[in-house]
């Protein structure tokens, strides 16, 4: 890395890191990259509540301030060409007196520190756009916030990297991208969940019984077709958006004469002989007792 000892750096105007920087962007998309470059608008870099809250994060810490106010110029002037925010990692390209490579790594929250954090905003939080808006009450917000053992990173959760010649822990163009990330959280405030790793959705009031609707949809190993279906059960399965609804008509009522005449006529009929009912011992002696007693009074005859 160069030493730039009693030499001082040479100066580039504002005009020329603007061109410099529409030149390197122009570059990326001809090469066929997505590049997303962090725009600010006038001089506030951050406008809204999730935003403003991880650059004053940033600004608290006595390991920054003497370094960031070098990185602002830089983001305001559109030098941060490209910025992404991934889980535990923020990848940028910034525009200087060439093309630097930014990596910041950032851990994610401890999963204690996390229950810690849902448990203390418990029944409180009801809407996540009202908190992606930070319109909840100023104590929660606080609360989320808080330094030390809330949702944004402290300077020993951070690490830093760029692949230009500054020696210097927190260089312009790492001080640009920090400050980036806030004008992005001004647009995506979930991207700072996704970067630390958690889910917001754990916030609401009752996640903690399970109370929170999945909106995904289930597995499609634990869903049946109507083919497979109708293999389980042995049914033909018809498509119920497709089969017609039939409803019997109620039958009107009818006197008893007219269900008489209306009755069908069934003829009794003898089994076959060979399921003739099997009569008892002693009814057949009957039948054989009764026989001979004819016989005798005809030979008397």
Not at 179 to 192: F, H, I, K, T, W
Not at 227 to 236: K, T, V, W
Request: proline fraction near 5%.
């Amino acid at each position: 890395m160069r030493d730039y000892g009693y030499e001082w750096p040479e100066y580039v105007s504002v005009a020329d890191k603007r061109r410099q920087a529409e030149k390197e962007l122009a570059k990326l998309r001809k090469q066929g990259r997505a590049a997303a470059p962090v725009v600010v608008q006038g001089q506030k870099i951050a406008k809204n509540f999730w935003g403003l809250s991880w650059c004053s994060n940033l600004e608290r810490y006595s390991d920054f301030a003497s370094r960031l106010p070098r990185g602002r110029s830089y983001v305001r002037n559109g030098c941060v060409i490209d910025l992404q925010i991934e889980k535990g990692k923020i990848k940028a390209k910034v525009s200087g007196s060439a093309l630097y490579n930014v990596t910041i790594t950032i851990a994610p929250v401890a999963a204690k520190r996390w229950r810690t954090i849902c448990t203390d905003c418990a029944g409180t939080i009801d809407s996540l756009v009202e908190l992606l808006q930070g319109r909840l009450a100023k104590s929660v917000m606080d609360r989320v916030c808080r330094e030390g053992d809330g949702l944004f990173p402290a300077p020993d959760e951070i690490k830093l990297a760029c692949s230009c010649p500054d020696g210097a822990y927190m260089c312009k163009h790492v001080a640009a991208t920090l400050y980036g990330v806030g004008a992005r959280l001004d647009e995506a405030p979930q991207l700072l969940f996704a970067l630390r790793g958690v889910d917001e959705g754990d916030l609401l009031a009752g996640a903690e019984q399970g109370m929170i609707v999945s909106n995904t949809a289930p597995d499609a190993r634990m869903v049946l077709a109507g083919g497979d279906m109708s293999a389980l059960f042995g049914l033909d399965m018809a498509d119920a958006s497709e089969a017609p609804v039939v409803v019997a008509a109620k039958p009107a009522r009818q006197s008893r004469s007219a269900k008489k005449e209306n009755a069908p006529l069934t003829k009794r009929t003898a089994p076959p002989r060979n399921e003739q009912p099997l009569k008892s011992a002693s009814a057949r002696k009957g039948r054989a007792a009764k026989a001979a007693a004819g016989t005798k009074r005809a030979g008397k005859r």
